[in-house]
């Protein structure tokens, strides 16, 4: 009889859980249960935000897809000394809750420091360009919203990165004893720029005078971050690989003396 009382038991746990405390079996239920709340309230607020959106734009659709927003928004990198000239496609006029028609009035222009998101109001535009007057050196992160003549205004557009320099271009020479593109510098006040036309997958070696100056190298369109050397020959020389075809930018500081470029 004991016997059987056991296995009938054992057959009964079986069925119910495998033994299991009973806590243990509903552990995982009651953990299923504890997040539906909150995957109810993430899917609440997500439903909200679009819905606020929705209503809040004249083309939601567009607002969503970004359609709405001045595009093609480009910033001049490095050619001009004293300024940065931002363009962009103008944005379709809109209509009214009542059909009436709802021009753009201006654009917004904004700019932060390059990298940062501390968007301050640089001026407004009535057509699709906007210059912004800098020193040479300077980076600055844009981005443009058109405002309507009733009501509204689009969509912020895509940052773009534009910034001033006083460059002068060099020649480029694979002879190592030909000497006419070198130029003389002074950047013991200042920095100092040169731009060059490099290929990629090719070696440039640039060399100094004054192994006082320290150099850097950067592509064209970002004058933040400074490629690697592959290379130093020693305090005046560093030799670089290029990683694409373009423009490049050198930058010298301190020292005087004479810079040359070159491919090897």
Known sequence: MRCRTITCRNTREARS?????????????????????????????LI?????????????????????????????????????????????????????????????????ETGTLNWSLRGHSTNTTFSDAVSPGESFDYRVRAEFEVDGFS???????????????????????????????????????YTFSGQKGWDYRVDVSDEDTTVELFRKGNIEDALDADLNEGP????????????????LTGGTGTISVSHR
């Open 48 to 112: 909200t935000a679009v819905m606020l959106l929705l209503t809040a734009c004249d083309d939601p659709v567009g607002a969503l897809l970004g359609l709405d927003r001045p595009q093609n928004v480009k910033a001049t990198t490095g050619d001009y000394s004293d300024r940065i000239v931002i363009t962009w496609d103008g944005v379709e006029d809109k209509e009214t809750d009542d059909g009436d028609s709802n021009p753009v009035k201006r654009y917004r222009i904004e700019r932060a």
């Open 17 to 45: 859980g495998g033994g299991l405390p009973r806590a243990a079996r509903h552990g995982g239920l009651l953990r299923s249960a504890s997040l539906l709340p909150q995957r109810a309230i993430t899917a609440f607020l």
């Open 155 to 193: 969509s912020w557009s895509l940052s773009v990165t534009g910034y001033a320099l006083d460059a002068i271009e060099l020649l480029i020479y694979s002879e190592p004893d030909r000497t006419k593109g070198e130029r003389s510098y002074n950047a013991t006040s200042t920095n100092q720029w």
């Open 236 to 251: 005046t020389t560093t030799i670089y690989r290029l990683p694409r075809s373009s423009h490049y930018h050198v930058k």
